[in-house]
């Protein structure tokens, strides 16, 4: 299964990583608003990687297919609508953690939009980074953390959609230098090698043994159907440079 992700953190992280490092506040604290008590849940699911949660296929309902055309077709809506990253700025989309590098997928998220089924009005509108300039590729559709199987079933079929949550961080200590909290080599954050509670501990780390709700995103335009509904991929970075 594929990657493409990462997340969505929380609204005050947008734009102030500079602001935080310039406060000495720590990182992962920021997030503590959205952390839940732990990762168990009663979806079907299973752990990929360290710190991704994937829910499992559920078996086909009589409607799935209709609703996933529906949702597909609200995807393409809302890209056709936002081609132009400057009017998802307009209304009120923001970028999560860009890198300014070419390739790179970018969450543009309105807090505004929460979860269920309002397909039109996403709480992300993905895009990626090309040499020309940044294109609309997808979507992102929420549901609470502690959702139920038969709730993220109401808002994207489990038999059809892939749903995610962020799992098993552990947030860096007081004063650890950002850029040593999200590089491949880490042992906090993200991508960090730490990622049970007790190592954490140990590293006296803040642990989060979840961050964020449910997700699942779209890409109505993929070229082969099992992309529609693919995982992600995004690497966490810092953004140094307050790329847009």
Same mark, same amino acid.
């Given at each position: ?6 997340? *969505? ?24 608003? @959205? ?5 168990? =849940?009663? *979806?079907? @699911? ?8 994937? @829910? ?12 996933? &055309?529906?949702? /597909?077709?609200?995807?393409?809506? *809302? ?20 890198? +300014? ?5 970018? &969450? ?21 980074? =090309? ?7 997808? *979507? ?7 959702? =139920? ?5 109401? /808002?994207?079929?489990? @038999? ?22 999200? +590089?491949? &080599? ?5 991508? +960090?090698? /730490?990622? =049970? ?6 590293? &006296?780390?803040l642990w989060l043994p979840v961050v964020f709700g449910w997700m699942t995103h779209v890409y109505p335009d993929a ?22």
């Open positions: 299964m594929a990657k493409r992700l990462a997340v *969505v953190l929380g609204i005050v992280l947008l734009g102030c990583v500079t602001a935080l490092t310039a406060q000495q506040y720590p990182f992962w604290e920021v997030m503590l608003h @959205s952390a839940g008590k732990t990762d168990q =849940t009663p *979806v079907p @699911s299973m752990k990929m990687g360290n710190h991704m949660q994937m @829910s499992l296929k559920g078996a086909m309902q009589p409607g799935d297919e209709q609703q996933a &055309h529906e949702i /597909i077709a609200a995807a393409r809506r *809302v890209i056709a609508r936002f081609a132009d990253v400057d009017t998802a700025v307009q209304n009120g989309y923001r970028p999560f953690f860009p890198t +300014g590098k070419i390739g790179e997928e970018v &969450h543009y998220t309105n807090y505004r939009f929460g979860c269920c089924t309002d397909y039109d009005h996403p709480r992300s509108i993905l895009y990626k980074r =090309t040499a020309k300039g940044m294109q609309a590729v997808g *979507v992102m559709y929420v549901a609470p953390q502690e959702a =139920t199987a038969e709730e993220l079933n109401a /808002i994207a079929p489990l @038999s059809i959609a892939t749903w995610h949550r962020h799992v098993d961080f552990c947030g860096a200590p007081r004063g650890l230098p950002l850029d040593e909290q999200f +590089g491949p &080599h880490a042992q906090f954050g993200f991508r +960090g090698s /730490i990622h =049970t509670e007790e190592a954490c501990n140990k590293a &006296h780390g070229k082969l159907p099992s992309q529609v509904w693919a995982g992600m991929e995004m690497p966490m970075e810092a953004n140094a440079d307050g790329a847009r």
